[in-house]
């Protein structure tokens, strides 16, 4: 891992590495931000391993302006307000995902919606404008520890984990964006951040703040919005039943697909939404059978995400 101060060179070698599916950590006006190609599934998948979680928490997406929201989501009038008055700034808007969006599926964590935002630091703004991708970026700390300001804490607690670190200096605001649901008829804040409800709702008129902790990850009966295929699943098979799809990780003869032929749980957890969702065809199989995912690094969060969609509904 290497700190770098900022430069146009520096810049370009850090837009070559996340075109290349590689992470690096940059500053944003709010907290460091631990970057990957939001397009690339592999590239999101190492981010959740850094990262540590033991869940799909979902991604935040940053751009370089709302003409970027275009290929991502399905924006409403709201949009148009909000991010005329505080883009690029501190806030986070959560829209209904765009069915063809160019973005990971991975990124939303199960959910059918798509968190962007438009960082204001001109290091953050550059390396969006170099790298010509959205980027995947939650705040570069580890899972339950504070949110990095410096270089130096991202160094101290991920640097093994980033192939490089951008250095700008420590953060202008320091605290988390404030995320803002508009999806529904009523705006919800999901986060408060550095952006007020007064602020919000001077431009939109009311908006409703939610009681539940978007770090905590709800029960499996409460994630109603959490994407679930319609056909039940079945979790540690090795072999299918009759109408099963088995869905194989490693060796596993008889899979119809495989979340990683080779066993590689990053490559595993790219490819796990895509293929649930592919494999969710009612015309074609009476269920999915997945074969045993070891529960070590990612794997955890896999398996989570596998109990969910396997948890009996209502
Ligand atoms: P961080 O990137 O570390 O600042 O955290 C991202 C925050 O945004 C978390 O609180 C997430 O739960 C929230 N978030 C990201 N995407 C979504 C989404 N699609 N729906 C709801 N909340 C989201
Ligand atoms: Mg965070």
């Known amino acids: 891992m290497t ?114 935002r438009a960082p204001d630091h001109p290091l953050a703004r550059d390396l969006l404008l170099a790298v010509k991708r959205p980027l995947a970026a939650p705040s570069a700390n580890p899972s339950g520890r504070l949110s990095p300001t410096t270089a130096a804490h991202v160094q101290e607690s991920l640097g093994n984990k980033v192939d490089l670190i951008l250095d700008g200096g420590a953060c202008r605001i320091g605290l988390e964006s404030t995320v803002l649901d508009i999806t529904g008829d009523v705006a919800t804040i999901l986060r408060p951040g550095s952006l007020t409800a007064a602020e919000i709702s001077a431009v939109i008129g009311p908006v409703a703040v939610s009681t539940h902790d978007p770090e905590r990850p709800a029960a499996p009966g409460q994630m109603a919005s959490h994407y679930a295929p319609g056909l039940p699943v079945r979790l540690g ?18 899979a119809v697909m495989n979340l990683s032929a080779a066993g590689d749980p990053v490559e595993a957890a790219a490819n796990l939404f895509a293929m649930l969702r592919a494999l969710d065809d009612p015309r074609r199989f009476e269920a999915i059978a997945v074969a045993p995912i070891p529960d070590a690094g990612i794997g955890a969060a896999i398996n989570d995400r596998l109990r969910r969609a396997a948890a009996p509904r209502y």
């Open 3 to 116: 700190v770098r101060a900022a430069s146009p060179d520096v810049i370009a070698d850090a837009a070559a590495l996340l075109r290349a599916g590689k992470l690096v950590a940059f500053p944003t006006e709010t907290v460091y931000g631990l970057g990957g190609d939001a397009t690339n599934a592999q590239a999101v998948a190492h981010i959740y391993a850094a990262k540590g979680r033991p869940s799909f928490n979902p991604l935040i997406v940053h751009v370089a302006g709302p003409e970027w929201v275009a290929g991502l989501a399905l924006p409403d009038g709201r949009f148009d307000k909000l991010t005329r008055k505080f883009w690029p700034g501190p806030l986070t808007l959560v829209m209904k995902r765009r069915p063809d969006t160019t973005a990971a599926e991975l990124l939303s964590g199960g959910l059918d919606t798509i968190a962007v």
């Open 237 to 254: 098979a090795t072999t299918a039943h009759t109408g099963e799809a088995l869905l194989g990780f490693g060796d596993t003869p008889g």
